[in-house]
């Protein structure tokens, strides 16, 4: 990732609760340990946590229960203040930002989805998408045309008028989806927004959300406890532990170079082949000469049924064109066959 | 042996909430002192009299220094510049104009820019509510709102209810506002709430008359003041189920609102209130039907409408009449509780849409249509006289003939009561020395909950005993004590048949809503009816009354029994009668002690309105005071009853578990 288009960037955020988590933490020199700080009867919820999500990328965050995963999401929107730390949107300390700053950047960057929909129960559908609109003041006539043009964008346009229980959860997501992209804001920030639905209905949105984001091209903040989601879904992902960050990588480096044994629990279960790259499967070696080759950053299960129809070995492509090396029928056999608990034997 | 294991579980758990085996023995020891205190009188052992009563020239003049602070307060003081009686009475007009624009427009008929317009006529009013029912409930709750008011037109009552109905509105109005505005600033504010909590419970011990007493100090006698006590009496279900279902709101909706770009006050106007609003309509039920409760009560300063016409009927015997009146306040409190309840049930849903415009399309021709109509056709405008019924003479003849038949009955059922549960116990309360209803006031509170209940339920008693109305509290107390053992001895087996069987329940139920709904006051006129005045009739009345809490509380406790246990009861090899006494009793202690509450608190709330009909307690010095302008009679004696209803509740709810929830 080039760091010209870093477009939110995390200092050393904390975010303690307690009675006068404040002045306990800027009274220290070294950070606190957990051990520190349940001694002061404080709980942190998120602990030192420094992150750069770039322009136009899916940065997802995962981690159990409990890890601050919300939490976090929340300091970067200021929805929960922060303790300590800072958070640059744009080159601007969100933490500066008086209230009136605060509710502009909201309206004008900022859009976010949430675990249990947070439709407005009094409100139709289509008002609750048109929501951020009346607040601002735009007329009714306007609000609901927009409303609607959104509504057809998440495929619900035949359901305006109806009120939230009167829908299912994916359609109550789908406008919840809606009214967090009304205002086109630059960061769209997701809280397990198909945490709730059953998993045919979350594959179904996931689907949707990609469709989305090919046509969208937004910068998103992506939280999840479901790694496979987070697999399929990520560019980049975070993982959390008790509040602090473990580790920051790709889905497939996180696999195959996990930081530590908690990392590698998360990623035991998920096939290998979902994750790994041509690039990383391929051998060196431009043995494959004559057939198409497959992208180097293409997904080993996405091209797997290609390699295996073909004569040899593919080649394997890197953007610009030019041959990096071949992927042969055994290491996309081996990768296929891989148990997800163990470590893949390794790629040459 | 079975029963034996059986037993040993529950008592331990009863240890376990009493709490504290150490501190037992002293509180067991008090305890034994203050019994024995009270009960020497009855073995006529003599104690010495400022024993006994607290002599008087202890007494210190708490009743001339409430006067006085009030006088004070309501004629001399100030904060800064601005008088406090100009404030209360600014208030008191603000709250005028509503009320008298609304009694123009439904009775009295509104002069506007110097053109007297008519009030609504009979069939706008009547075609309004029957459509507001059809609207927000079915065909028989429009039968029901429509029918109620034709009842008061048929029998001559439609002003007197258009008047009621106009206070009971404007009350209500200003009593959510007031409450949601409360309840706002306790949700944004948990200290705010933590002080405004004890306060609310206070305020629903007070006897009705003795807030009346300070509240027309302050906005003066006539409407206004009994419209400020309405709304205060009101208030309090409001702003506690604002709080609660604000909280109840899912905090996501209000982010959502906030990264939509809300300021505070919008999260709270756009997004907060109207996500609380359906659960926030049960409050508004509740200020609803009590203040129509307050608003018939308010016919005793003067206050026009039904409770008028009712009390008028009773204090010249024209019980036919009364009974007339009463009937329409069944029906105007059961029509209003059936349409509050159907409004805050209703969700949105889609296809409402395109109907509402039709809907304020009828609303429009009901109320408009007869208005054009009225200057042509005169019947339209004011019920024609000779259209009106009236079955008071039949009713009287019929109560005429029934006393004559059960004259003889009746009466020796009065002198039977009276010589045999109402005279002993009378002087025994009477007798009970002040030090031992204050000792053992205090080994209670130590028992069941530790010294801090001791020490401020002995208190609130040594009020009780000093303030000069140690009398009167003991003829109150021993009119509670019999209605309650009374209304017990009756609800709880009810309760039980309703724990037992669900069809009973079911048909029980209906009862029991619909008794509910009905304001205190309407209980007097079947009583005073048969029996006349005095203490035995208001036993009666407190017993119907407190019969309700009784019988719906035991059904709840009994029927939270989990059944699991029961069934390993049955399974150990418990008979019926084991497994209800062992089991299911003891389990359920808590809830029962909660259902003996409720039962005590509503026992008070009737006893005040018993002043009415010539009880001598607590409630009849409140009373009094209103007619006699001695405003530190009201106040004192009021606050020796509400500590009275403080101190058992106190202790019950200490005996239940203290954490037990509030109903
Ligand atoms: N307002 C609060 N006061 C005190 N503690 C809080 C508060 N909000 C969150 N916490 C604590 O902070 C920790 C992190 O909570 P958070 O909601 O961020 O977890 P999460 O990773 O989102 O979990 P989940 O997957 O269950 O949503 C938890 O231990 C939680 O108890
Ligand atoms: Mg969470």
């Known amino acids: 990732m080039s760091t010209t288009n870093r477009i939110l960037l995390c200092d050393n955020v904390w975010k303690v609760y307690g009675p006068d988590a404040d002045t306990f933490l800027s009274t220290r020199e070294q950070p606190p340990s957990p051990e520190d700080l349940a001694a002061a009867g404080l709980l942190a919820a998120v602990r030192g946590v420094s992150l750069s999500i770039s322009q136009g990328e899916i940065f997802v965050i995962m981690g159990l229960s409990g890890s601050g995963k919300s939490t976090l999401l929340r300091c970067m929107t200021r929805l929960v203040e922060p303790t300590a730390g800072s958070i640059l949107l744009g080159g601007t300390n969100l933490l500066n930002a008086t209230e009136r700053q605060l509710m502009q950047i909201r309206r004008e960057k900022m859009g976010m989805v949430f675990q249990n929909y947070a439709l407005m129960p009094h409100l139709s559908a289509l008002e609750n998408v048109a929501f951020p609109l009346k607040v601002q003041g735009m007329k009714r006539a306007a609000r609901e045309a927009r409303a609607q043009q959104m509504l057809d964008l998440v495929g619900l346009g035949g359901r305006g008028r109806h009120y939230p229980h009167e829908l299912s959860g994916g359609q109550q997501q789908r406008v919840g989806i809606a009214r967090s992209l009304t205002l086109e804001p630059d960061i769209w920030f997701l809280d397990e927004p198909f945490s709730a639905l059953d998993p045919l209905v979350r594959r179904e949105m996931q689907d949707e959300f990609l469709r989305l984001q090919t046509l969208l091209r937004k910068t998103i903040v992506f939280v999840t406890h479901d790694f496979a989601e987070a697999v399929r879904l990520a560019d980049r992902i975070a993982i959390m532990r008790e509040g602090a960050v473990v580790q920051v990588a790709t889905p497939e480096a996180l696999v195959l170079a996990p930081a530590d044994p908690y990392v590698s629990a998360f990623t035991r279960d998920i096939p290998r082949a979902q994750v790994v790259t041509a690039r990383s499967a391929m051998d060196l070696g431009p043995d494959a000469a004559g057939s198409a080759g497959v992208a180097a950053a293409a997904r080993v299960i996405d091209i797997a049924e290609r390699v295996l129809a073909a004569e040899g070995p593919v080649a394997v492509l890197a953007e610009d064109g030019g041959v990096l090396g071949a992927l042969s029928r055994e290491a996309v056999i081996r990768l296929l066959l891989a148990q997800p608990h163990t470590r893949p034997a390794p790629v040459q | ?663």
């Not at chain 2, 820019?113 to 009547?126: A, I, R, Y």
């Open chain 2, 1 to 663: 042996m079975t029963a034996v294991e059986l037993r040993s579980e529950p008592e331990s758990r009863g240890d376990a909430v009493r709490g504290a085996g150490a501190a037992r023995l002293p509180a067991l020891a008090l305890l034994a002192v203050a019994v024995l205190l009270c009960l020497l009188p009855q073995f006529g052992v003599e104690m010495p009299p400022a024993l006994a009563a607290i002599p008087d020239r202890f007494i210190l003049p708490w009743r001339q220094w409430a006067g006085e602070a009030l006088t004070y307060v309501a004629k001399d003081s100030h904060i800064g510049p601005v008088m406090v009686s100009e404030i209360t009475r600014g208030i008191a007009g603000v709250i005028l104009q509503p009320m008298l624009l609304l009694q123009g427009l439904v009775s009295k008929g509104l002069t506007v820019g110097g053109v007297e317009l008519p009030p609504l006529p009979w069939p706008s009013v009547m075609l309004a509510s029957a459509l507001l029912g059809l609207r927000f409930g079915s065909v028989r709750l429009a039968l029901l709102t429509g029918g109620a008011l034709l009842y008061a037109a048929l029998f001559g009552l439609w002003d007197a209810t258009m008047l009621t109905l106009a206070s009971v509105l404007v009350s209500v109005a200003f009593g959510v506002l007031l409450g949601t505005w409360l309840g706002i600033l306790a949700f944004r504010h948990p200290r705010v709430d933590r002080a405004l909590q004890p306060l609310y419970d206070v305020m629903q011990t007070v006897p009705i008359f003795a807030y009346l007493v300070p509240i027309l100090y302050l906005f003066g006698f006539g409407p206004v003041g009994a419209m400020m006590a309405t709304v205060i009496y009101a208030m309090p279900p409001m702003a506690r189920v604002t709080t609660l279902a604000l909280r109840g709101v899912p905090a996501s909706i209000g982010e959502a609102a906030a990264m939509a770009g809300c300021t505070r006050g919008q999260v709270m106007r756009l997004a907060l209130l109207p996500s609380a609003l359906p659960k926030m309509m049960i409050g508004v039920n509740q200020v609803l039907m009590l203040s129509l409760t307050m608003v018939i009560i308010a016919s005793v300063i003067g206050a026009d409408g039904l409770g008028a016409v009712v009390l008028k009927a009773l204090q010249s015997l024209k019980i036919g009449r009364g009974l007339e009146a009463g009937l329409a306040i069944v029906l105007v409190a059961i029509a209003l509780d059936r349409l509050g309840q159907a409004i805050a049930e209703r969700r949105p849903q889609h296809r409402d849409a395109a109907g509402s415009r039709r809907w304020a399309l009828a609303f429009a021709v009901a109320l408009v249509l007869p208005c054009l109509l009225a200057p042509m056709i005169p019947a339209l405008a004011n019920w024609p006289a000779d259209w009106s019924v009236s079955t008071a003479s039949w009713w009287d003849a019929r109560i005429a003939q029934m006393n004559l038949a059960f004259a003889g009955p009746l009466r020796e059922l009065k002198t039977f009561a009276f010589l045999w549960l109402l005279r002993p116990t009378k002087l025994f309360f009477l007798a009970v020395p002040w030090i031992g209803a204050v000792t053992l006031v205090a080994a209670l509170g130590l028992l069941l909950g530790g010294w801090r209940l001791a020490l401020s339920c002995g208190l609130m008693m040594l009020f009780v005993a000093g303030c000069g109305f140690w009398e009167p509290a003991q003829l109150s107390l021993y009119l509670i004590a019999i209605s309650v053992a009374l209304a017990l001895l009756i609800g709880m087996p009810l309760g039980l048949a309703c724990a037992a069987s669900p069809r009973f329940n079911a048909g029980m139920r209906v009862v029991l809503d619909t008794i509910q709904t009905l304001p205190s006051f309407v209980y007097l006129i079947p009583v005073i009816m048969l029996l006349g005045s005095g203490d035995f009739p208001a036993l009666i009345a407190i017993v119907v009354y407190a019969v309700t809490p009784a019988v719906r509380f035991t059904a709840d406790a009994l029927r939270h029994v989990p059944g699991e246990i029961v069934e390993a009861a049955r399974m150990s090899g418990a008979s019926r009668w084991q497994n209800f006494g062992w089991v299911k009793v003891p389990l359920a202690r808590p809830g029962l002690l909660l259902a003996v509450n409720q039962t005590v608190m509503m026992a008070f709330g009737m006893l005040v309105i018993t002043a009415l009909i010539g009880t001598k307690g607590l409630e009849s010095d409140t009373l009094i005071s209103l007619s006699k302008a001695d405003p530190g009679r009201g106040i004192i004696a009021g606050a020796a009853m509400a500590f009275l209803a403080i101190i058992i509740d106190r202790l019950l709810r200490a005996a239940a578990g203290g954490q037990a929830a509030r109903p």
